[in-house]
């Protein structure tokens, strides 16, 4: 796992560094200035001719240091506007900024009032504010902010678009630079995560500047991002001389008439993860669709429910393509007061127990919800922004002893000791029907084979995600969910097999 920071705690890290590298501070600019310069030209090949506007703080002074640096590399088009709205400066900045002026770059400075100068380059790099932005944007820096995302070609943002807190709320923070990409340092700033910031970046990308990792591992952060180790640590390779009882009988209670098809993807992704033995709880009229599409799967009328609490499964899935009729509910309410195997609730699920709460004391400790915004939205309450939504998931998690799988491009995996873990495989290509239910076959299958809650959840979410990565990366550009299940066992093999 990698730590994820706020600005605060960047700050922290960023002087731990300075006095334990040891690094001076202008060195550590430097870095960073040299990282940011390095993935930039790996971005844009063709040298373009840039605009680098530079606050005067940090943010600033590593601007001044990048467009050092690309003079270096032979960039001949570079103009630097440095923004003097206040007296404020930093040491760093002056220091750079003293280096700028031995160099043959044209430098511009901007004063308020002043008409701003046209943008003729192909490139703006924005390093007006970094992670030191404090409250939102007012005049005049609001009206440069706004001035070059009408006029400027494409903007590359240094560390973090000019206008975007760190983390927090972001709807009181309109005025934002617009960015093509982000080259950020160190790790992704908490603020990417949310849908919010989509309309400001499109890409990030993380560079490495050396801040001191033990101490960041230490340091007691709400988030942090599971990372490919994370998940080679979890996974168990599959032993020699094991058979299917090794794996678990893993029951999935889904489908119903018109909704089958989500029963089968979920049991289908329950197979092609490995439990040992899959079963599903359906009405019969969905009996003749499984026999013929899923025949290692075994099928359990939905009359026999009372046979999910007797201990012949290991673990169990309920919700996709279930319902939320009267019978359901009513079973439902009766299935959960019982000794339930390690449990995941999915879709209708959810929905029942959000439109009868009080199933939400029966839950035992460990559960695994896995809401999509509205449906986690309906279960707790309305949010009108994603960093209440996903700090309320860490406070049911926690109060509730739950895991929270809250679905999104970016999943948080809210953990019962208050920690949330963000995945960061998926991809847009597979944003359609019928993912959620291979998600819930995955999880049951990884608790059937005696993973914990929490591992199950940190592995099936990155296992997920990577089977769509593997398919974005053979060329499509659209994934139907009954095609990545199929890459499932090749994730599983590449990260159990690598220890
Ligand atoms: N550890 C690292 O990741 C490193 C980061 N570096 C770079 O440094 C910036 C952060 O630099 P910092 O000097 O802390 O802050 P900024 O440059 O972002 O901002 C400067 C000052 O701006 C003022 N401020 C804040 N909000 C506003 C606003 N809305 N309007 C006007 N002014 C604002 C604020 O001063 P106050 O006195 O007003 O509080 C800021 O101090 C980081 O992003 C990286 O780019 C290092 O180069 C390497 C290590
Ligand atoms: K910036």
Same mark, same amino acid.
């Given at each position: 796992m990698q730590n994820l920071l706020t600005a605060s705690q960047i700050r922290e890290? =960023? *002087?731990?560094? $300075? $006095?334990?590298?040891?690094? @001076? @501070? $202008?060195d550590l600019m430097e870095r960073a200035a040299e990282a940011f310069v390095n993935k930039f030209v790996s971005l844009y090949t063709d040298r373009p001719s840039v605009i680098i506007c530079c606050g005067t703080g940090n943010n600033g002074g590593d601007g001044l240091a990048i467009a050092r640096l690309l003079f270096e590399r032979g960039y001949t088009n570079i103009v630097v506007w440095i923004v003097r709205y206040n007296n404020k400066k930093t040491d760093d900045f002056e220091v750079n900024y003293k280096r700028l002026l031995t160099y043959s770059i044209q430098v511009q400075e901007l004063f308020p009032a002043e008409q701003l100068p046209s943008i003729t380059a192909d490139v703006v790099i924005d390093a007006l504010f970094g992670s030191g932005l404090n409250k939102p944007? $007012? =005049?005049?820096?609001? @009206?440069?902010?706004?001035y070059i995302n009408k006029e400027a070609k494409v903007v590359v943002s240094v560390d973090i678009p000019t206008g975007m807190p760190a983390e927090g709320n972001m709807e009181t923070f309109e005025n934002v630079i617009i960015a093509q990409d982000v080259i950020t340092f160190q790790a992704p700033k908490i603020s990417f995560l949310f849908p919010e910031s989509g309309k400001f970046l499109k890409r990030f990308h993380v560079v490495d500047i050396g801040l001191h990792q033990g101490f960041m591992a230490s340091l007691d952060t709400e988030f942090c991002s599971i990372m490919n180790d994370d998940i080679r640590s979890r996974l168990k390779v599959r032993e020699n001389f094991s058979h299917k009882g090794t794996y678990g009988h893993a029951c999935?209670? *889904?489908g119903?008439?018109?909704t089958m098809g989500a029963a089968l993807l979920s049991a289908e992704a329950c197979l092609y993860t490995g439990a040992g033995l899959t079963t599903v709880c359906i009405p019969s009229s969905g009996l003749s669709a499984l026999n013929t599409r899923l025949p290692e799967v075994m099928a359990l009328d939905r009359s026999k429910l009372s046979e999910l609490g007797t201990g012949k499964y290991k673990s169990l899935g309920i919700g996709p393509g279930l319902g939320t009729g009267e019978e359901i509910r009513g079973c439902l309410s009766e299935l959960l007061a019982d000794d339930l195997p390690p449990l995941v609730l999915d879709a209708d699920a959810l929905n029942v127990v959000a439109a009868n709460k009080n199933l939400l004391t029966l839950l035992k400790a460990e559960t695994i919800l896995t809401p999509h915004m509205k449906e986690f939205d309906r279960l707790f309450g309305h949010s009108d922004h994603w960093w209440d939504r996903v700090i309320k998931a860490r406070t049911e998690a926690s109060r509730r002893k739950l895991i929270i799988v809250l679905k999104n491009r970016y999943t948080f995996v809210a953990l019962p000791d208050g920690k949330i873990w963000v995945n960061f495989t998926g991809n847009p290509a597979m944003a359609s029907g019928g993912m959620g239910d291979v998600l819930t076959g995955i999880l049951v299958a990884l608790l059937a084979q005696g993973y914990k809650a929490a591992d199950a959840a940190i592995l099936g979410v990155f296992i997920h995600g990577k089977a769509g990565d593997l398919l974005a990366a053979e060329g499509m550009g659209v994934i139907p969910a009954s095609c990545l299940i199929k890459k499932i066992p090749n994730v599983i093999e590449d990260f159990s097999s690598s220890i």
């Open positions: 890290v =960023d *002087a731990y560094t $300075i $006095i334990n590298e040891p690094v @001076s @501070s $202008i944007l $007012i =005049d005049p820096w609001r @009206s440069l902010v706004r999935i209670l *889904a119903n008439e018109h």
